[in-house]
């Protein structure tokens, strides 16, 4: 007993101190797209051929990236001979606007207040996680929130077991056909007010499985109240999401 004690005692305080203090984010971490269209070279479309996902348009010879389909691989970044798309080290990507993932020239948009959300659930948001066909990349990523250094539980947001106990649902996986029925009765099954909240390109656009005949490219016919992209989305994105969306800021990265 004494050696535990002193053990925890010689390890100090484990817990980050987000958001008083921004994350440290690994060294390879591509966090939001910059794009500057006016250095792309006339009539080049390298990104967009190079994109597994399609995540990549042009409009009027000015490339858009959606945040949505894009899985960060960085093969865009790569290909691009003239620096013109880049990806920063902002991990806040979170958006409760399915329009506000689509980034292009200048600032991208930030999950504003989701007045029911912070109203209602500010102080005590219980979740209920479906997995509806994924991988389980998402689903660690937002496991690992409920470990000590990331203490998810100290904001008063709890992931529940049955959707009853719940205030809203945090899907993952690109729906298959068997998991829609069941991520539909789970939604019914949540009292109302209740937030929807879609982590990861998969469960938001489909991901790498988009157009597959078994899924269904995401969750697409029920409301959205938080997306949060990424291929998975980093801890700290999706801490920082579900906090904007309950009214709390978060910092801006460390550069
Ligand atoms: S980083 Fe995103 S946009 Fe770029 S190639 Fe990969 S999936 Fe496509």
């Not at 980034?103 to 504003?112: C, L, M, N, T």
């Not at 909240?197 to 995401?218: K, L, Q, S, T, Y």
Request: with cysteine; charged share 20%; net charge positive.
């Amino acid at each position: 007993m004494h050696r535990s004690l002193l053990a925890r005692f010689r390890q100090g305080h484990r817990t980050h101190r987000f958001p008083r203090e921004a994350p440290t984010l690994p060294p390879l971490y591509r966090g939001m797209p910059r794009i500057q269209s006016e250095k792309c070279a006339s009539g080049c479309t390298r990104c967009q051929e190079v994109c597994p996902t399609d995540a990549i348009t042009f409009q009027s010879g000015k490339p858009t990236l959606d945040m949505g389909h894009c899985l960060f691989c960085g093969l865009c970044e790569t290909a691009c001979p003239a620096d013109a798309l880049t990806f920063s080290r902002d991990y806040r990507l979170a958006v409760n606007r399915r329009q506000g993932l689509i980034v292009g020239d200048g600032e991208a948009d930030r999950a504003a207040l989701v007045e029911t959300a912070n109203r209602v659930f500010r102080r005590s948001l219980r979740l209920r996680q479906v997995s509806a066909a994924g991988c389980n990349a998402c689903e660690a990523d937002t496991n690992v929130l409920g470990t000590l250094s990331f203490d998810l539980g100290r904001f008063g947001i709890q992931f529940v077991a049955s959707p009853r106990h719940a205030d809203g649902i945090l899907v993952t996986g690109p729906v298959s056909e068997n998991m829609k029925l069941a991520l539909q009765k789970t939604l019914d099954a949540v009292p109302a007010p209740k937030v929807v909240i879609a982590v990861g390109a998969c469960a938001i656009g489909g991901g790498p499985f988009r157009g597959h005949d078994e899924v269904h490219n995401g969750v697409q016919d029920i409301p959205v109240d938080l997306y949060i992209p990424g291929c998975p989305p980093n801890p700290w994105t999706i801490l920082d999401g579900l906090l904007r969306m309950l009214g709390i800021e978060t910092p801006a990265t460390q550069k």
